[in-house]
């Protein structure tokens, strides 16, 4: 990882579940040399046993931010470029990214995946079946149920959005 003069950035993500948010959070991270932080991995390793449900996913969820807080800004401020792999699906959750970038002062990019249910319910269908480390199972029912919490960001939240 080089250190840059420039002032550092954050990339974070919205998308639905299985639109791809993982696969450009680790391109992103190895273009921009910068830290790669997963949510799904570290819930995986943190909790292995404690996430069935989606309530508990919010609740570890929150406890992991907790956690990570101090620590990305601290990366933020050393002039790391830092990609954090977790969602930004709600306006509640991409406020927590505000927060976090108007103590800091980095420059961001919220990255947008704009991809049909039918879409992710496709790429659902592999990840179930390759089922890379950090995820779960997930059915098309709890695609859905987790689906109605999506919503897009709009330009009046005032990032810097690149729509994928």
């Not at 992103?28 to 799904?40: H, M, P, T, Y």
């Not at 570290?42 to 989606?54: A, D, K, M, N």
């Not at 927060?99 to 990255?111: D, R």
């Amino acid at each position: 990882m080089t250190l840059r003069s420039t002032k550092p950035k954050l990339h974070f993500f919205c998308g639905k579940l299985a639109s791809g948010k993982t696969t450009l959070a680790r391109q992103l991270a190895e273009k921009e040399e910068a830290i790669l932080i997963s949510e799904d991995l570290w819930l995986s390793r943190l909790f292995p046993e404690e996430i069935q449900t989606f309530e508990q996913y919010l609740t570890m969820s929150s406890r992991l931010k907790r956690i990570l807080q101090d620590h990305v800004k601290d990366l933020l401020k050393s002039g790391a470029n830092v990609v954090m792999d977790f969602p930004g699906n709600t306006r509640a959750q991409r406020a927590w990214f505000k927060n976090l970038l108007k103590e800091v002062g980095a420059e961001h990019e919220l990255h947008f995946i704009d991809r049909t249910n039918a879409d992710c319910l496709v790429q659902l269908k592999k990840r179930n079946r390759e089922k890379p480390e950090g995820s779960k199972f997930t059915t098309p029912e709890e695609f859905m149920m987790v689906t109605g919490y999506f919503e897009a960001p709009r330009e009046d939240e005032g990032f810097r959005m690149v729509r994928h």
